[in-house]
């Protein structure tokens, strides 16, 4: 029986504009990698077909050169791919993929499903049930008439939809795009292809969200897979297989120093991480003088290994101790302006200012300490 490949929510032509532009280049273009991947691994696994949950583009809008290169990137596979429209890149009357039609840019093997109904595909003996967004946002069950829809004695019925399973997904999760938490069941479906969250869940044993291909936000939802589906029989339960596709990890972390042994754990799991890590690190409480200089020789070391280093440190206090001062060898008014600066962060009010004298005014010092060394 057929065995398929389920992904979803590439969202194409996505631009990075928070990162440098240089990080933000090498994420757009791990994407198309990333429907490279998905093409090597239908072949691997001898997939008889490539189904996309929806979100292929993030908007109406990109370029014609990302819409060809999307259909470019699939060409290693030969087989079927089945392409869903989703809130994203919705069927509208002019569309992301009507213009795609019009350039000539969708190959034969790929079937766009611009229209509910059923997409059969005779070889592999699999109806592909569709509900499209012919909208970005609608507030009934398009999944619903799977109920009604026919298909050809022995070949599995698959859905293939974009939205929100209702009562299961976060809160935060907007309620439009509904889905029924008993479709599969109530539409004889062997399995349902969900696509719109962006990390990999099953909701049961035949309905899951594969997730995005490629991680794309700071989110720890089990991003980065696509899912293989081997159902041996109509009606049988399905085994379900997920492959890692994504090539860069993010990282949110949000961290509070107080004590040395915190910076070294900090420094030690920062150490452990890839160099395909995107890092995303907000520090607060507070830090020796000693401990800041080595925190940022750290990231200096960090940001040039990792994909992106980004730090925000304007909630961490310098907290000089004695053995700092010391060691600064500041006498006469500069002693005293150090000193008073000391003292303005030991006052406990976030004060940037006096934080970021202190750290340039210690870093001034232990310059000509090094010279004199010399």
């Known amino acids: 029986m057929p065995k398929f490949l389920h992904t979803a929510d590439w969202q194409m032509g996505r631009a990075f504009t928070r990162f440098e532009t240089e990080d933000g280049a090498a994420l757009v273009e791990a994407r198309f990698e990333a429907i490279e991947t998905l093409a090597q691994l239908a072949n691997e696994h001898q997939c008889d077909a490539v189904l996309v949950a929806g979100d292929v583009f993030d908007a109406q809008t990109v370029s014609d050169r990302t819409i060809r290169r999307v259909f470019n990137a699939t060409k290693a596979f030969a087989g079927p791919w089945v392409m869903l429209p989703g809130n994203h890149d919705a069927a509208l009357a002019e569309s992301v993929w009507t213009r795609a039609?019009?350039?000539?840019?969708?190959?034969?093997?790929?079937?766009?499903?611009?229209?509910?109904?059923?997409?059969?595909?005779?070889?592999?003996?699999?109806?592909?049930?569709?509900?499209?967004?012919?909208?970005?946002?609608?507030?009934?069950?398009?999944?619903?008439?799977?109920?009604?829809?026919?298909?050809?004695?022995?070949?599995?019925?698959?859905?293939?939809?974009?939205?929100?399973?209702?009562?299961?997904?976060?809160?935060?999760?907007?309620?439009?795009?509904?889905?029924?938490?008993?479709?599969?069941?109530?539409?004889?479906?062997?399995?349902?292809?969900?696509?719109?969250?962006?990390?990999?869940?099953?909701?049961?044993?035949?309905?899951?969200?594969?997730?995005?291909?490629?991680?794309?936000?700071?989110?720890?939802?089990?991003?980065?897979?696509?899912?293989?589906?081997?159902?041996?029989?109509?009606?049988?339960?399905?085994?379900?297989?997920?492959?890692?596709?994504?090539?860069?990890?993010?990282?949110?972390?949000?961290?509070?120093?107080?004590?040395?042994?915190?910076?070294?754990?900090?420094?030690?799991?920062?150490?452990?991480?890839?160099?395909?890590?995107?890092?995303?690190?907000?520090?607060?409480?507070?830090?020796?003088?000693?401990?800041?200089?080595?925190?940022?020789?750290?990231?200096?070391?960090?940001?040039?290994?990792?994909?992106?280093?980004?730090?925000?440190r304007s909630g961490l206090q310098l907290a000089p101790t004695d053995e700092d001062i010391a060691a600064l060898k500041a006498d006469g008014y500069v002693g005293e302006v150090v000193e008073s600066l000391r003292e303005r962060q030991q006052e406990g009010a976030q004060d940037d200012a006096a934080r970021d004298a202190l750290a340039i005014l210690a870093g001034l010092l232990r310059e000509r300490e090094q010279e004199a060394s010399q």
């Open 101 to 312: 039609q019009r350039l000539g840019a969708v190959p034969e093997n790929v079937h766009l499903a611009l229209q509910p109904g059923v997409i059969n595909l005779e070889p592999q003996r699999l109806s592909i049930l569709c509900a499209p967004l012919t909208q970005r946002h609608t507030y009934g069950d398009l999944t619903d008439p799977f109920s009604g829809y026919e298909s050809p004695e022995g070949f599995l019925r698959v859905g293939l939809a974009h939205g929100s399973v209702q009562g299961l997904l976060p809160d935060e999760i907007d309620s439009t795009n509904p889905i029924a938490p008993d479709r599969a069941k109530a539409s004889r479906l062997d399995y349902l292809a969900l696509g719109d969250w962006h990390g990999t869940k099953q909701i049961d044993e035949r309905t899951c969200y594969s997730g995005t291909p490629e991680p794309e936000r700071f989110r720890n939802n089990e991003a980065g897979n696509a899912l293989i589906v081997d159902v041996p029989e109509a009606g049988e339960t399905p085994t379900v297989t997920r492959l890692p596709t994504g090539r860069y990890q993010w990282h949110q972390w949000r961290e509070t120093l107080t004590v040395q042994s915190d910076l070294d754990q900090l420094l030690e799991r920062l150490n452990a991480l890839p160099e395909s890590a995107v890092v995303d690190l907000r520090l607060e409480g507070s830090i020796t003088l000693a401990g800041e200089e080595t925190l940022l020789k750290a990231l200096s070391v960090a940001e040039a290994r990792f994909r992106s280093l980004r730090c925000e």
